[in-house]
């Protein structure tokens, strides 16, 4: 199936911080960019890096339980990306996230690292994560992947 090329950038929205991972145009290599400090300027900080990298659209990681049902992280994923998606030009999709934190802290171990010293490189991995599942999806099923977030200019 095919791709649609663009430059997305993976979000996961946490409470202190919101790890931020970006691919190519052609959606063949994922790469982290960077942690964002959660905050007032948070989402100002991410539309400059949709620009600089030439975001076609924004990846939000949603947390559901492991069951698939919502939980506090949840509205809380949600209402970031709408907050996102209403300040944005660019697209704004929500993807199951499930587990790419515990994946992102795995991989670290597995590498070697202390992964309480490495929570802000742990943020972009689960980014990363999120971004190359959204990327698999769209891949796998020729459609885009998740919930488009419909931007609200109220």
């Known amino acids: 199936m095919t791709l649609r090329l663009g430059v997305r950038l993976g979000i996961d929205v946490g409470r202190v911080r919101i790890g931020v991972a970006r691919c190519d145009a052609e959606g063949s290599v ?5 942690t964002v400090r959660r905050g007032a300027d948070d989402i100002a900080q991410l539309l400059r890096l949709g620009v600089e990298h030439g975001a076609m659209e924004f990846v939000v990681g949603l947390p559901l339980s492991l069951s698939g049902g919502s939980t ?8 970031f990306a709408e907050e996102l998606a209403a300040a944005s030009e660019v697209p704004v999709r929500l993807v199951d996230e499930r587990l790419s934190t515990v994946s992102a802290q795995r ?4 590498a070697g690292q202390d992964v309480r010293r490495s929570r802000p490189v742990i943020d972009q991995v689960a980014a990363t994560i999120i971004l190359q599942h959204a990327l ?3 891949r796998g099923r020729g459609q885009p992947p998740g919930e488009l977030i419909v931007r609200n200019e109220g």
């Open 30 to 34: 994922v790469v982290p960019v960077s």
């Open 72 to 79: 506090a992280s949840t509205a809380d994923a949600r209402d």
């Open 107 to 110: 991989s670290l171990r597995d």
């Open 136 to 138: 698999d999806s769209e």
